[in-house]
């Protein structure tokens, strides 16, 4: 490969090539100014981590740097909204209303108006996360970067589009037909509208660029999550008692959406099973979030006879403070990327039972052993997402190994801390900013970081 800086030297065949080639024309553009201008779009500020990844990405890129306008739609009925999350942090997004989840012929006004946005905010880099804001932000990215003259002699407007995939939509959320609509749109999205494609996990990207054949490797980069540690607890707090759940009592908290997805179902079951093996086991269920299942789910815990001993909290604000409530966090998941449930709970030292899927595996550190169906890590134990009685047999593992949990908490709380910062995060996101439009960071030469297109879990 011939680097740029070997044929500096020899001015008269810059010059020659600058004459004759689209490709020199493009190397001799200066490079774009700062602070870069960076449009991060997502569908909606729903609870979930997305909602605190792109928040906590608009609040810090605001420097000498970086400029960053956040663009989100609205949160459906029946969703709990983290707008608040974005108040609290000084983010004050610009809010298309007719941007939503779902497939819809609302989605060509969307993309005009995102288009509009891009002529009056000029960005240098467009970030897009999660599908909806993925197709229509990729989409209007590329015609604000083609619609300029210089497009006429294949110069487009300078302009970078980056897409997160905080998990996928390739499997368990819709039908066949419709998952296959969404592959092969996501594998035309990554082939011409799309720069640079992040994901969170090494397993991610294997799903989705090996097994779904979606992007070039060239084009992606691992950027793990990150957590804000200052707001994360390991002491237990009022829920307990809010709930009357005594001291001696085991309490297996799960966090997240009550949606197809996340598979709640599995755990209500798999509790049944351990509370009917071993009647005296003292251990409550508590489901903290909200969603159009709920109703299903308390029908659900009240026909398998465990009612009294499965609590539903709502959507909690402090939903992050409440991981140290717990002596055991679960995730029962069909399909996700990284969770941030099981790293916030990590970092307050709780063990982890959950089904071994998407990047599941990514945050549960080594493998120690397989038995009775279920897998034993360094943070916890996994399941297969189809398989109740595994889960159970899991649970109970863990139930009856106090001092076992102690350890897998720590270990998960050291993973956590020496990895996974909000901090290390920002950086990444940077490097990868920095990267893509040649800028250096202060004091320092224009690189490929080169450790993001590697797993940061070895």
């Known amino acids: 490969m011939i680097k740029i800086d070997e044929i500096a030297p020899s001015a008269p065949l810059v010059q020659k090539a600058a004459r004759h080639s689209s490709f020199a024309k493009e190397v001799e553009r200066p ?13 909606r500020l729903n609870i979930g981590g997305p909602a605190k990844h792109v928040t906590w990405l608009a609040a810090s890129l605001r420097d000498h740097e970086f400029t960053t306008t956040l663009i989100t739609g609205t949160v459906p009925p029946g969703e709990g909204d983290m707008s608040y999350f974005a108040r609290e942090a000084e983010v004050t997004p610009l809010v298309i209303n007719q941007m939503s989840r779902e497939l819809s012929p609302r989605d060509l006004l969307v993309i005009a108006k995102l288009v509009r946005q891009l002529f009056k905010l000029k960005p240098q880099i467009v970030h897009t996360h999660k599908a909806k804001a993925g197709a229509t932000g990729r989409v209007a990215a590329t015609i604000y970067k083609w619609l300029t003259p210089s497009a006429l002699w294949l110069r487009p407007r300078p302009c970078k589009i980056v ?8 499997h368990s959320y819709y ?25 969170i996990s090494e397993q991610q990207r294997q799903e ?19 957590l804000d540690l200052d707001e994360m607890k390991d002491r237990r707090g009022p829920l307990r008692q809010e709930l009357g759940i005594q001291d001696d009592e085991i309490a297996i908290g799960i966090v997240g959406r009550l949606c197809e997805v ?8 798999a509790a049944r099973r351990v509370a009917e093996a071993n009647p005296a086991s003292r251990i409550r269920l508590v489901v903290v979030g909200d969603g159009h299942l709920r109703p299903d789910l308390e029908a659900l815990s009240q026909n398998l006879g465990i009612a009294d ?6 959507f909690r604000k402090d939903a992050t403070a409440i991981y140290g409530e717990f002596d055991i966090v679960a995730l029962t998941s069909l399909n996700e990327g990284t969770p941030l449930t099981l790293i916030e709970a990590m970092a307050c030292g709780r063990p982890l039972a959950a089904t071994e899927v998407g990047g599941v595996c990514d945050v549960m550190g080594q493998r120690r052993r397989s038995q009775q169906g279920f897998t034993v890590w360094d943070h916890g134990v996994t399941a297969r997402s189809d ?5 159970a047999r899991a649970l109970q593992f863990l139930i009856e190994r106090p001092e076992l949990r102690r350890q897998m908490g720590a270990r998960g709380r050291l993973f956590v801390r020496t990895r996974l910062s909000k901090e290390r995060l920002i950086n990444d996101i940077k490097e990868v900013y920095r990267e893509l439009t040649g800028v250096a960071a202060e004091g320092t030469a224009a690189r490929a970081p080169q450790f993001l297109a590697q797993s940061q879990w070895e």
């Not at 897409?163 to 390739?170: A, K, L, M, Q």
């Not at 989705?208 to 990150?226: H, S, T």
């Open 31 to 43: 490079l774009p100014t700062l602070p870069l201008r960076i449009v991060r779009i997502i569908d």
């Open 163 to 170: 897409h997160t995939y905080h998990g996928h939509i390739f």
């Open 175 to 199: 039908g066949a037909a419709k998952t296959r609509l969404f592959i092969a749109i996501e594998r035309a999205l990554a082939r011409l509208c799309t720069d640079r494609i992040i994901v």
């Open 208 to 226: 989705i660029c090996e097994r779904f054949g979606v992007g070039r490797p060239a084009q992606f980069r691992i950027v793990p999550l990150g």
């Open 262 to 269: 996340k598979h709640h179902g599995l755990l209500i079951e």
């Open 309 to 314: 001993r499965v609590s539903f909290t709502g």
């Open 387 to 391: 398989d109740a009685e595994s889960l």
